[in-house]
């Protein structure tokens, strides 16, 4: 158990970032706005999106994903020595992918097993607790979003954006996350921007800084500090 007295802690080294939207709103391109040398384990195919820029994509076999990500995790404690940034993109694919192929194994070859359900909780979780306490990297994971249902404890339900994965691993997930932000597009302008706030219709948070929202040019500018406005003097332009 090693012991690390607060004041040598630095907020935002080793940020643990995760973005979601609906597909093709940009989350993938937003990884040519990370600072310093990028890793990326490509588990939907997207990163074509990222053709000629110098960042590193993994690969990743979508008809085996067990197997990949074990062979994954055997290489991820040298691979952190190596990059700034691992964008794991995206888990909402690798979830269903997982599904997929455990029903090819099932008895009609088809339908999911009930075990499956618990397995995947058990094997997710390990996976992602894994991927985050490699040391010394900026870990960004992308996902889609969906909608859920949410109850307060005064018995009011309202639907709430969120990461599209399942529910009994979501909550850790988001949890071990520094920043959690919904990437939306102006419809007037087209930009797109990066909800860090949240509330009863979107999960957001942000413990890095104080942004509620942001360009998502700027998205990975944490602690960033704004440039000071100079004031004009009476008679000039």
Same mark, same amino acid.
Do not use: C
């Given at each position: 158990?090693?012991?690390?007295?607060?004041?040598?802690?630095?907020?935002?080294?080793?940020?643990?970032?995760?973005?979601?939207?609906?597909?093709?709103?940009?989350?993938?391109?937003?990884?040519?706005?990370?600072?310093?040398? =990028?890793?990326? @384990?490509?588990?939907? *195919?997207?990163?074509?999106?990222?053709?000629?820029?110098?960042? +590193? /994509?993994?690969?990743?076999?979508?008809?085996?994903?067990?197997?990949?990500?074990?062979?994954?995790?055997?290489?991820?404690?040298?691979?952190?020595?190596?990059?700034?940034?691992?964008?794991?993109?995206?888990?909402?694919?690798?979830?269903?992918?997982?599904?997929?192929?455990?029903?090819?194994?099932?008895?009609?070859?088809?339908?999911?097993?009930?075990?499956?359900?618990?397995?995947?909780?058990?094997?997710?979780?390990?996976?992602?607790?894994? =991927?985050?306490? @490699?040391?010394?990297? *900026?870990?960004?994971?992308?996902?889609?979003?969906?909608?859920? +249902? /949410?109850?307060?404890?005064?018995?009011?339900?309202?639907?709430?954006?969120?990461?599209?994965?399942?529910?009994?691993?979501?909550?850790?997930?988001?949890?071990?996350?520094?920043?959690?932000?919904?990437?939306?597009?102006?419809?007037?302008?087209?930009?797109?921007?990066?909800?860090?706030?949240?509330?009863?219709?979107?999960?957001?948070?942000?413990?890095?800084?104080?942004?509620?929202?942001?360009?998502?040019?700027?998205?990975?500018?944490?602690?960033?500090?704004?440039?000071?406005?100079?004031?004009?003097?009476?008679?000039?332009?």
């Amino acid at each position: 158990m090693e012991i690390t007295n607060a004041k040598n802690i630095k907020r935002n080294k080793s940020w643990r970032v995760i973005i979601y939207s609906k597909p093709g709103i940009g989350k993938t391109s937003s990884i040519k706005y990370l600072k310093g040398k =990028t890793l990326v @384990l490509d588990l939907d *195919n997207s990163a074509k999106v990222l053709e000629g820029l110098d960042i +590193d /994509v993994i690969e990743f076999d979508r008809s085996k994903p067990e197997e990949e990500l074990v062979e994954f995790l055997k290489q991820a404690p040298e691979l952190a020595k190596q990059y700034d940034n691992l964008v794991i993109d995206n888990i909402s694919s690798l979830e269903k992918d997982w599904f997929v192929e455990k029903g090819r194994k099932s008895h009609n070859g088809i339908s999911n097993e009930l075990q499956d359900y618990s397995q995947w909780t058990n094997y997710f979780a390990r996976i992602m607790i894994t =991927t985050y306490s @490699l040391k010394d990297i *900026n870990i960004l994971t992308t996902a889609w979003e969906t909608q859920n +249902d /949410v109850t307060t404890e005064t018995g009011q339900t309202f639907s709430q954006y969120a990461p599209q994965i399942r529910k009994s691993v979501r909550d850790g997930l988001l949890g071990m996350a520094d920043v959690v932000g919904r990437v939306v597009v102006n419809p007037k302008t087209n930009g797109r921007g990066v909800i860090l706030q949240g509330d009863d219709s979107i999960f957001a948070k942000n413990r890095l800084d104080n942004r509620k929202l942001t360009p998502i040019e700027e998205l990975f500018d944490f602690g960033k500090k704004p440039e000071p406005k100079v004031e004009k003097k009476e008679g000039t332009k």
